[in-house]
């Protein structure tokens, strides 16, 4: 009697275990990200931040400090700091972000649910038909058949971008002018408009590129609950990089 009811038990728990597994899964997000670095520009590590100008965004805007927050972190992960005086810093950190207009395009899909039958006819044997008529089984039955049509839908598409670019502040030239060191520009493209939610993730995306320069665009995939990206959120808690092999 005990042995039955803990296969009882088993076969409840068994789908609750399942769907609580599933659940746990987290989305991926991909992201394309470019590099560029100027080898005439000596290495430096101190910087100050300042917005874009094409942002049009004032230092105190929250979503700017925010995102400060995380390019700080991002670039603490390769070794720079933010300079005690800003008037010494190294380098400008410039950081532009947004969210491109929509983009609309047209997709096929199969709808089960949309109008259009089919008459399929059940029989057997044949008999023979009469003049002007066609031979028709015996026993025929009709039977209507939803058959699945393609229908042709919106998607709507929004591009998020982080770009950050270190400018060489060692010379007495104004910013248009001065050189740019490095620059890492990182993309993601899909039906969500939600930039905040991906301004961390994309500045976690941009770590391994800081500095450095891409020979093509690089395709990365990145998860919310991924240590990168709990790094940049908690503005530096520790990466066990032996498990971060995208990022080696």
Request: glycine letters at 6%; one cysteine or more; proline letters at 7%.
């Amino acid at each position: 009697m005990k042995q039955a009811v803990s296969m009882k038990w088993t076969k409840f728990l068994l789908p609750l275990v399942v769907l609580f597994q599933g659940g746990c899964e987290t989305t991926s997000h991909t992201f394309k990200v470019n590099a560029m670095k100027n080898p005439e520009v000596a290495e430096a590590n101190s910087y100050r931040i300042i917005s874009s100008q094409n942002n049009s965004v004032d230092k105190e805007d929250s979503q700017f400090q925010e995102v400060s927050a995380y390019v700080k972190t991002a670039l603490s992960g390769k070794g720079y700091y933010e300079a005690i005086d800003p008037g010494d810093a190294d380098l400008v950190i410039n950081i532009a972000y947004g969210t491109a207009p929509p983009n609309v395009e047209f997709k096929s899909v199969q709808n089960p649910h949309a109008e259009g039958t089919i008459h399929n006819p059940i029989g057997g044997r044949t008999s023979p038909g009469y003049p002007g008529k066609p031979t028709v089984p015996y026993g025929t039955r009709s039977k209507d058949v939803v058959r699945p049509q393609n229908e042709i839908v919106p998607i709507t598409t929004y591009e998020k971008y982080l770009q950050i670019t270190a400018i060489d502040n060692r010379e007495d030239k104004d910013l248009e002018d001065a050189p740019h060191a490095w620059q890492v520009t990182v993309k993601n493209r899909d039906e969500s408009n939600d930039l905040d939610k991906y301004l961390p993730l994309m500045a976690a995306a941009s770590i391994p590129y800081v500095g450095t320069k891409t020979e093509s665009q690089e395709v990365i995939t990145l998860k919310e609950d991924d240590q990168e990206v709990t790094f940049v959120k908690t503005g530096g808690a520790p990466i066990d990089r032996e498990n971060v092999s995208k990022f080696q």
